[in-house]
């Protein structure tokens, strides 16, 4: 197999991860867009690019995760054969670290969109007026 043949062989493995890579994507985006369905609308504009960055770290960090789980978050690096090599951080590990950050404010600013209501269905503890009976002793 000669170089050409290889680098054809990669490109379309890559192909294909990007791929699968797109339709996970959107399988995220589908699940948030349900659970983030009764944003006001007002709100739904923000909540649709939100949702978007939010599908695509989700998916990102599952791929970072499988990477770190292999490789670990470590490796033995050198600036050149003349110096003695030490471990650092992967930079995959500081990627992750800081999308694992923003990726939680996205989920927290989402979450902050949904409507605090006290129906039958709603997750929101209902208010027994417990912590206004204690707020006045």
């Given at each position: 197999m000669d170089g050409a043949?290889?680098?054809?062989?990669?490109d379309v493995a890559k192909d294909k991860r990007q791929k699968a890579k797109k339709?996970?994507?959107?399988?995220?985006?589908?699940r948030l867009r349900k659970i983030y369905?009764?944003?006001?609308?007002?709100?739904?504009?923000?909540?649709d690019g939100l949702i978007r960055?939010?599908?695509?770290?989700?998916?990102?960090?599952?791929d970072y995760e499988i990477d770190l789980d292999e490789k670990?978050?470590?490796?033995?690096?050198?600036?050149?054969?003349?110096?003695a090599a030490y471990e650092r951080e992967r930079p995959?590990?500081?990627?992750?670290?800081?999308?694992?950050?923003?990726?939680?404010?996205i989920v927290k600013q989402l979450s902050d969109m949904l409507p605090k209501g006290d129906g039958e269905g709603d997750?929101?503890?209902?208010?027994?007026?417990?912590d206004e009976f204690m707020n006045r002793r």
């Open positions: 043949e290889v680098k054809r062989l990669e339709r996970r994507i959107s399988v995220e985006e589908k369905e009764n944003i006001a609308e007002d709100q739904k504009g923000i909540a960055r939010a599908a695509y770290m989700r998916v990102t960090l599952e670990g978050y470590v490796e033995q690096f050198t600036q050149s054969e003349k110096t995959v590990a500081r990627l992750y670290n800081t999308m694992n950050r923003n990726y939680q404010q997750k929101t503890p209902k208010q027994d007026g417990f």
